[in-house]
C-alpha cells in the first residue's frame, strides 16, 4: 500500500496448472466421514552416501568448539576454528588431551587438516561422534610428525575431535588451525542431533557486551535500504537493563528479549523503524518484527513506523507509540498482538492497522480502517467515521512460540490456546503454555536439505530456522501433531523446481511462524499446504496455527504459483499473514510473476486474524468452508492488469479481492478493505471488491472500497450492494452491514 489518504497515490511497485478443485459437499465436516488417503510414499529418514562431485568445504570454522584443557587465556580453544593463522589453542602440559569442534550437524568428513604450532602431538587419534558422547576412530598414529598434517579421512559426522595421548614436547599441545572439510546434508550418519549452536546471522547480547549500539548501528546500515537483499538477521538480548540503545530495525531483521516476560528484558532507550532511506514514506518498511521487550522511550513515545508484514508483539512500551514516519508521510498498516502500551497509540497516517488482545492508554485518530479485538482500553466502535471496529473479545488466539533462556538454556516457548481472549497473555505474570528445551530442535542452518530438514522431522524432531535463505528441491513434510516450525530473523524458505515449499499433515497443533515462502521462477501448484485435500479431522480443541508466516511473489527475483496458500484442514488459526504477489521489485510483470491466487480456504470453522492479501491475477481470497471468520482484512487489487479484458471473469468485471463460494451458509467478517489502483489502465473498473452468497448465516461488518487517485474504480462494495468510487477524492466507499 502506498498512497496518501489526502493526496494522489505513490505506488510502491514496480498456461498454469489448473487450480485446486473447489470441495464437494461431502467434505464438509458433520456429512458423510471421508477416509483420508495416506501418504503416498514415505521419504526416507537420510538419504545414504555422498555426491561424487561434491567438493569438500571447509566446516569447522567459526563454529562451537571444546577442549580438555588450556594453557592461558590467551590460548582458549576458539582460536583453532577462528581461520586466524596466527592464533592458537593450546594445552596444558600433560597427557591425555582433546579438542573437539561440533559442525552443528551431520557431515560427511573427507579432511582434517592439523597445523601445529611447536608443540605438537606424537601420537593422537582423529575421532568421530554422532552426539559427542560415543566416539569412532577414523585416524591414528604414534609417528605424528608436527608441521602442517593433512589427513584424508572417511566417515560421517556431527562431532570431530583431535584426541592426543602422547606429546612431542615437554609442553602441552598446540594448534594454529583445526580444519574440517567435507560436504553437509543427506549424510547418512545416524540419527540427526537436536541443539548446537544458532548460527552466524544471531547476534546475542547481555548488558555487559561491548559497543552494542555500534554492532546495532552497523548491521542497520546494511539491512535499512536492502529491501530484496539477502541479509538476514536476529538480535537477541537476553535478560538484564540495557541503557542508551537506539535499536534502529531494517529489513529483514528480528529484535527479541530472552526472557519469559517482556519485562525481563528492559530498553532504557527505543527500538525503531523510520523511512529515511525512502524519502519519509514508510509504505515500503516490510519484513521485520519486534518481540519480548520493555522499553523506556527516551523522548518518552516510540517510533514503529512500518506497513506490512512486520509484527510488534509480547511489547511493553512505557509511554506512547507513534505509527508514522518522522514528517508524517504515508504509512499502510501493520500489527499489534499481545503488548501493553501505556502511553497512546498514535497511527497519524496509517491507513489501516489491526491490534489483537492487548492494552492500551489510547489511539488518536484513524484514516480508513482501524481494527481492535480483545484490546483493553481500543476506542469505541464508531466504524465509518471514525473508522473504528472494535470487538471486545477475540474468539479464539494463541500467541506465537518464542525461543527464550531459562537459565543457561534455550527453549522455546509454545503458549496455550485462549478462547474469548482479552488483554495479553502475560499481564497476571508467567504465561501459559509448554516449554521446549532446544535439544528437541533441529536447529536448521543455511546449506540445509530439504531431505535433512525432513529427515529430521521424521525423528520427531521440532525445526528452529536460523536467519539465512534455503533452497528446498521437495516439500518439507510436518506430519507430527505439535510440532513447532519457527524461523528467527525472517529465514526464507525457496521452493526449487516447481515444488510445494511445505506441507503439513491433517494433525494437531501444528505451529508455523516466523518465515517467508518466496516462490521460485518454476511455478508451484502451491507454496504452502496445510492439510491434504478432503482433510476431515476436528481439530477445534488444538488448532495449527500460522502465525508472521509470510508468501512473496516475484520482487526478489522471478516467481511463481498457482496458489500461495490451500488451507484444508479445519480450525486453522491464520494469525498475520502478508501474501504477496509483488508490484515492484525484479521480477515483475502480469505474467514474469504469474500468481491466480492468494489464500483459498477449504476446511470449517478456519480463523484469519489479520489477513493481508495483495495483487493476484485472480482471486485474492476465496473461501469455501464453512464457518469461516475473518477480523480485519487489508487487499489491494493487482496494479499491472494491462486492460480490462486481461481481469475479465465471464460476465464479471474483474475478480473479487474476497470470495465466499455459493455453496457456504455460513461465514463471517469484519473491518475488511479492498483498493484498486491500476495504473496501467486506469479505466478498468471493478463490479464489487467483494463477492459472497446472499444467505442469513454469511454476514459482514464494516466493507470499504478506495480508488487509489481515480485509478479504476469498483462499480459496488460486495456484490451489487455500495455506492460506486468515483473521481480521485480517494474516499472509501462503505458497506456498515450486510446483508
Sequence with gaps: MSVSPTGPPVPYRSSPPPPLSPPSPSHRRGLASLLVTALVATLLAIVPGTVAHAAPVLLSQGKNVTASSQENAGTPATAAVDGDPGTRWASAFSDPQWIRVDLGASANVSQVVLRWEA???????????????????????????????????????????????????????????????????????????????????????????????????????????????????????????????????????????????????????DVTVDAGWFNGNATQNFWRSAENL??????????????????????????????????????????????????????????????????????????????????EGAPAQSFPDPPYTTLDTTPVSREKPFLY??????????????????????????????????????????????????????????????????????????????????????????????????????????????????????????????GPQGASADHAANPTTLQDVYIRIGGAGPGKATTSVAVHSHDVVIDHTWVWRADHGDGVGWETNRADYGVRVYGDDVLATGLFVEHFNKYDVEWYGENGRTIFFQNEKAYDAPNQAAIQNGDTRGYAAYRVDDSVDRHEGWAMGSYCYYNVDPTIRQDHGFKAPVKPGVRFHHLLVVSLGGNGQYNHVINNTGSPTSGTSTIPSVVVSYP
Design 294 to 375: 520493555t522499553l523506556n522511550p527516551v523522548n518518552g513515545t516510540n517510533r514503529w513506523a512500518v506497513s506490512q508484514a512486520s509484527s510488534f508483539r509480547r511489547m511493553h512500551v512505557r509511554g506512547g507509540l507513534n505509527l508514522a514516519p518522522t514528517g508524517y508521510g504515508w504509512a499502510s498498516g501493520g500489527y499489534i498482538a499481545d503488548s501493553r502500551i501505556d502511553g497512546t497509540v498514535s497511527p497519524y497516517s496509517q491507513q489501516q492497522w489491526y491490534t489483537r488482545d492487548s492494552s492500551i492508554g489510547g489511539w488518536l485518530n484513524g484514516v480508513w480502517n482501524m481494527t481492535f479485538s480483545g484490546v
Design 405 to 530: 533462556l531459562d537459565g543457561n538454556d534455550y527453549k522455546v516457548f509454545v503458549p496455550a490456546k485462549r478462547t474469548n481472549a482479552r488483554g495479553t497473555s502475560w499481564g497476571g505474570g508467567a504465561p501459559q503454555g509448554e516449554s521446549l528445551p532446544l535439544s528437541r530442535f533441529y536447529v536448521v542452518k543455511p546449506g540445509a536439505t530439504a531431505a535433512t530438514i525432513n529427515a529430521a522431522l521424521d525423528q520427531g524432531l521440532h525445526l528452529l530456522f536460523t536467519p539465512g535463505i534455503y533452497h528446498v528441491d521437495r516439500p518439507i513434510e510436518v506430519k507430527r501433531a505439535n510440532t513447532v516450525v519457527l524461523g528467527l530473523g525472517l529465514a526464507t524458505i525457496i521452493p526449487d523446481n516447481g515444488v510445494t515449499a511445505m506441507r503439513v499433515a491433517d494433525v494437531d497443533g501444528v505451529r508455523l511462524a516466523g518465515f517467508l515462502i518466496d516462490a521460485g521462477p518454476v511455478n508451484s501448484p502451491v507454496l504452502l499446504e496445510v
Design 119 to 269: 608443540a605438537y602431538a606424537r601420537a593422537y587419534r582423529i575421532e568421530f561422534s554422532a552426539n559427542g558422547t560415543d566416539w569412532s576412530t577414523a585416524y591414528s598414529t604414534t609417528t605424528g610428525t608436527g608441521g602442517t598434517e593433512t589427513l584424508n579421512v572417511s566417515g560421517s559426522a556431527r562431532h570431530v575431535r583431535v584426541y592426543g595421548t602422547a606429546r612431542a614436547t615437554g609442553y602441552g599441545y598446540s594448534l594454529w588451525e583445526f580444519q574440517v572439510y567435507g560436504t553437509t546434508g543427506d549424510t547418512g550418519g545416524g540419527p540427526i542431533q537436536g541443539g548446537g549452536d544458532l548460527g552466524p546471522n544471531v547476534h546475542v547480547f547481555d548488558p555487559s557486551t561491548p559497543n552494542i549500539q555500534g554492532r546495532l548501528d552497523e548491521i542497520f546500515r546494511q539491512q535499512e535500504s536492502a529491501q530484496f537483499g539477502t541479509g538476514r538477521h536476529a538480535l537477541l538480548f537476553k535478560p538484564g537493563t540495557y541503557h542508551n540503545i537506539n535499536a534502529q530495525i531494517g529489513f529483514y531483521t528480528s529484535i527479541a528479549g530472552l526472557g519469559l516476560t517482556p519485562g525481563a528484558t528492559v530498553f532504557n532507550g
